[in-house]
Each structure stands twice: as C-alpha cells, then as structure tokens.
C-alpha cells in the first residue's frame, strides 16, 4: 500500500506593524497612528474578533490594518496579504467584516449627528458668520462622486456627467469640517437636487424640526429654498457671486 502523505498547512509569519513601524511610518502606509489605530480596535474590535483561534486566525488589530491598507492605497488584496503575511481569501473577509462593522448605524451614529439642540445651532452659526458673514448657518451641503466599479445591474444609471461610474453622495458639514450628515446610496446620475429632496435633512427643516431663520449652504446645483441659501449672478455684474437670502 502506497504510503499517504500528510499536507500541513505552512502559515506565513505575520508582521508586526504596531511594533515595526513608527508613528510617521503607519500614518505613511494606513493613514492612521497607532493611536488611531487602536482608537478603531477599542470602537469595533469586540465585533470583528474571530470565534476561535483554530487555523491561525487573525486578530481585530491585524483586520483592521488589511482594510486601512486597502481603503488607502487601493492595492490588490494578494498584495496586502503578501504585504503582512495573510491569504487572499483571508484578507478579503477580514476587509468586509470590518468595513461593515465601521459602517453599522450603531457606531455612524456616534460620530455623524446633525445639531438638533438650540446650543449646537446657534454655535455652528456663530461660527460660519465669522468665517464669512453668512447668517443663520447651520451647515454646507454638497454632493461628490465615490468612483466604484461598474455594477451588473442598472450599470447605466451609475454613470455619472464626469463618464465614470460613482454613487453620489451627499455631505454636509460644520464649520470645522465635521460631516454632520450623510447620504450615501444613490447612482452617479442621480441629480443633487433630487438627493436632497428625498433626504431626512429636508424633512427636519420642512416639518420645522429646527429653529426659524438656520439655513443651509449650497451650491448652484441646489434649488433656492427658505432654509437653503444657493449663489446667483446679478445683472450687469458678470461673474459676481451672490447669495439668495
């Protein structure tokens, strides 16, 4: 009888990148310090650990670093595992994971709120005046383009004016740079106006959720509403920018 010959798994030995790197060197290849770093692991690690350690499982840490590395510099996944030693298939599952994770309304919610408190308000609108004399400001909206992959179904409608495929998202921020609120599910072509009439951000100044007098700031691709300052043009003023109030 031919002898069977057993195979063991051979794993690779996985880098240490915490240890190995400096603070300068993480944020150069992750966009994050260890702090920050470890900042997501004390936020989602409970939801990402593996159930058991059997076939050299990977730890919160290590899946969270797969997915930084991918998320900025957009590598190949063989790449990134190649990188800290870890499978294809590995870091394929790991990214998901942890990308759901980080995005469940759960954790969102902790970080993107829209002021609803009198305080907050008038707070955010004290600052955008003495930033640029808009009164009553409570945030500036605007849509941009995440470019993705061209998608089986409805592939058209994600094809956007600049010919490429993206969802188009709508932001608004603080005038600190902090997104106050998000949309993030409508197909490239989708027009920024009918975004925001579809949004719970027009729901809270329509049904009068917010003090009088708190507006928005948007851009020209924004119809011009009470709660909605949008730029126009003077006659016999050329270029000039002004804004509806």
């Known amino acids: ?4 010959r ?9 880098k240490d990148c915490l240890a190995v790197y400096s603070d300068a060197e993480l944020v150069e290849r992750f966009r994050l310090d260890s702090a920050g ?15 058991s350690r059997r076939n050299h499982a990977i730890s919160p ?16 996944q063989l790449c990134n595992g190649d990188d800290l030693g870890i499978s294809q298939p ?24 829209f002021p609803l408190d009198h305080g907050a308000i008038r707070k955010n609108q004290e600052d955008f005046f003495s ?32 010919h490429f495929h993206s969802i188009n998202t709508q932001v608004v921020f603080d005038p600190n740079y902090r997104i ?42 924004y119809p011009s509403k009470r709660w909605l300052l949008t730029p126009f043009l003077r006659p016999n003023q050329g270029s000039q920018t002004n804004y509806n109030r």
């Not at 057993?6 to 996985?14: G, M």
């Open 1 to 4: 009888m031919a002898a069977i």
């Open 131 to 162: 930033i640029a004399g808009f009164p009553g400001v409570v945030g500036a909206i605007d849509g941009t383009h995440v470019q993705i992959i061209a998608p089986h179904e409805y592939e058209n409608e994600y094809v956007n004016r600049h």
């Open 90 to 113: 590995t870091v394929s599952r790991a990214i998901i994971a942890t990308i759901k994770s980080l995005s469940s309304p759960g954790i969102v919610a902790q970080f993107i709120k």
């Open 37 to 51: 770093i470890l900042f997501i692991e004390r936020l989602n690690g409970h939801e990402i650990v593996s159930s």
């Open 180 to 221: 106050i609120d998000v949309v993030a599910k409508w197909p490239g072509s989708t027009h920024d106006s009918r975004i925001l009439n579809e949004s719970g951000i027009k729901v809270l100044f329509e049904q009068n959720h917010l003090p009088v007098h708190t507006h928005l700031l948007g851009d020209s691709g």
């Open 6 to 14: 057993l195979h063991r798994r051979v794993f690779r030995e996985r």
């Open 61 to 76: 840490v290590q899946k969270i670093l797969l997915t930084l590395r991918f998320l900025a510099t957009g590598k190949m």
